[in-house]
């Protein structure tokens, strides 16, 4: 059991919040992204870097994720190949992905593309709020606790 994350688009205050629970558990952590990353001395966290190029990160996350991982990624596409593997999905803002959620977020992000495409501007995401951490730091807590005995050991080094 595992948690990996979408570090190139994760806010520094999330990687935070999972730095310290990855120390506080033993539970490994992986940032996956496209350029080095600056992660604290630990053996329990680690970062993975791939090369650059559409959804490489994401490739290597499939990759590597096992059933009951836990993805951190607000990639919807990611989200989704991760819940059909089994693992569980969790955006920066604290919301849990399921297999009914994610389909309904698929659909909502190609039709925003397709408004996109068509020259209709969209706006981005609002900033990260105090209360979007707050839902996270919940979320991860509660998938720790599901977690129980499970953790305690530091991952391989690649």
């Known amino acids: 059991m595992q948690i990996l994350v979408d570090a190139d688009a994760c806010p520094a205050t999330i990687k935070d919040i999972l730095f310290r629970a990855a120390e506080r558990t033993r539970i490994p952590l992986t940032l996956v992204a496209n350029q080095p990353l600056r992660t604290p001395p630990s053996p329990y966290i680690r ?3 791939v090369g650059a190029g559409f959804d490489v990160a994401d490739q290597r996350i499939v990759e590597l994720l096992a059933p009951g991982d836990l993805v951190v990624t607000a990639d ?3 989200a989704a190949a991760a819940i059909g593997k089994g693992a569980i999905a969790l955006n920066p803002r604290g919301e849990l992905y399921t297999a009914q959620n994610v389909r309904q977020a698929l659909s909502m992000r190609n039709f925003m593309d397709e408004l996109r495409g068509s020259g209709v501007a969209t706006g981005g995401p ?3 709020a ?4 707050h839902r996270f730091a919940s979320q991860l807590d509660a998938w720790l606790a599901r977690q129980g005995g499970k953790a305690g050991h530091a991952p391989d080094q690649q």
Do not use: E, Y
């Open 76 to 78: 919807i596409p990611l």
């Open 130 to 133: 105090q209360r979007d951490r």
């Open 126 to 128: 609002p900033p990260l």
């Open 47 to 49: 970062s993975v870097t």
